[in-house]
């Protein structure tokens, strides 16, 4: 059995965001992809916009109960009409002089039914853009909030996955996220630090089923050997490690610059995009070494295929990842 635990970097930077980001997910989806998107929406979506860009009041108000899981963390970017497109946001946050007037909708929200404060983005000054959207801390027992359905999904049904209702929410002016017009700019933000958690989901998932696999294919025989001994099951075997050594070293560099305060928003969506990529081509894998059984319930390789597809869609979809890197290298070209 391999010993993921023995790849974990001794780093003396300080972990912060390796662990919060990556090695939480990474380990829970070996097992159960709902428990690592639970964690991971509520650490890098729920707390993590109000502990990078909240005032000292916020990060006291909020933080302490966040982070010691006393209560989740919600996040609402997705609209019905804003999906990848997230600058067509048409929830509203009217300025009423000592408030703001939330309204709208936001779907698709990990944690929705059960988080306690969510970080919303609203359009608060029309006509200006991505720079008339802000971003808000809103409470879940304010008057004119309504947890609305919950999705039936194809994976991580484990996941609580909703659609949340804003109707003349009335949103203190203390609870306005950072400085006004800035609410695009933290989601990007925001998100660039997610697709490292996503990334380490896929990576879990990846090598929950290899490790699946490699139980099930050195315990099974077929014509008076065992399916591992033959040498396709070995080619097999041998790309699926490949592939998920490579996208442990992408997710890995992420974190590192993000720990170290450096640039990352193309490392991230590399690792992401690989990684994701990546753990589709495993799972099927693991699924095709199993035989029959790996496309019924008595082996959790099926479930593992299953939750990862939600990995090449959210926290931008594989589309947009490729958008972000091609972007980054003409950049970087043209300013060289």
């Given at each position: 059995m391999v010993?993921?635990?023995s790849r974990i970097p001794k780093s003396t930077a300080a972990p912060e965001w390796i662990t919060l980001h990556m090695l939480w997910p990474w380990k829970k989806s070996r097992v159960c992809g709902s428990t690592a998107l639970g964690l991971a929406a509520h650490v890098s979506l729920g707390c993590g916009p109000i502990y990078l860009f909240g005032t000292e009041e916020q990060k006291k108000k909020y933080l302490p109960d966040l982070c010691a899981g006393k209560h989740m963390g919600g996040f609402g970017?997705?609209?019905?009409?804003?999906?990848?497109?997230?600058g067509a946001t048409q929830t509203t946050a009217v300025d009423k002089g000592d408030h703001f007037l939330l309204n709208g909708t936001k779907v698709y929200c990990t944690n929705g039914s059960y988080a306690k404060t969510y970080v919303v983005s609203a359009v608060a000054e029309k006509g200006k853009g991505t720079r008339g959207i802000s971003c808000f801390i809103v409470e879940r027992d304010w008057d004119g909030f309504a947890v609305g359905k919950k999705e039936r999904k194809?994976?991580?049904?484990?996941?609580?996955?909703?659609?949340?209702?804003?109707?003349?929410?009335?949103?203190p002016k203390e609870n306005l996220l950072g400085k006004p017009g800035e609410?695009?700019?933290?989601?990007?933000?925001?998100?660039?630090?997610?697709?490292?958690?996503?990334?380490?989901?896929?990576?879990?998932?990846?090598?929950?089923?290899y490790l699946e696999t490699l139980k099930y294919v050195t315990g099974r025989k077929a014509f008076d050997q065992r399916i591992a001994d033959f040498q396709a099951?070995?080619?097999?075997?041998?790309?699926?490690?490949?592939?998920?050594e490579a996208a442990r070293h992408l997710i890995f560099d992420a974190a590192r610059k993000k720990d170290d305060g450096e640039e990352f928003s193309r490392e991230a969506a590399m690792a992401k995009l690989y990684a994701s990529e990546m753990a589709a081509r495993v799972t099927s894998q693991a699924i095709q070494l199993h035989g029959g059984y790996?496309?019924?319930?008595?082996?959790?390789?099926?479930?593992?295929?299953?939750?990862?597809?939600?990995?090449?869609?959210?926290?931008?979809?594989?589309?947009?990842?490729?958008l972000v890197i091609g972007r980054s290298i003409l950049k970087e070209w043209e300013s060289a």
């Open positions: 010993s993921w635990a970017l997705t609209e019905p009409q804003a999906g990848s497109d997230a194809l994976g991580v049904r484990g996941s609580d996955t909703v659609v949340l209702h804003f109707h003349d929410v009335k949103i609410g695009f700019k933290q989601m990007l933000i925001t998100l660039d630090g997610g697709r490292i958690s996503i990334g380490s989901m896929s990576l879990g998932l990846a090598e929950g089923a099951t070995q080619f097999k075997l041998a790309d699926m490690l490949v592939s998920i790996g496309y019924i319930r008595e082996y959790p390789v099926e479930r593992m295929f299953r939750d990862n597809k939600l990995t090449e869609i959210g926290e931008g979809t594989s589309e947009i990842q490729r």
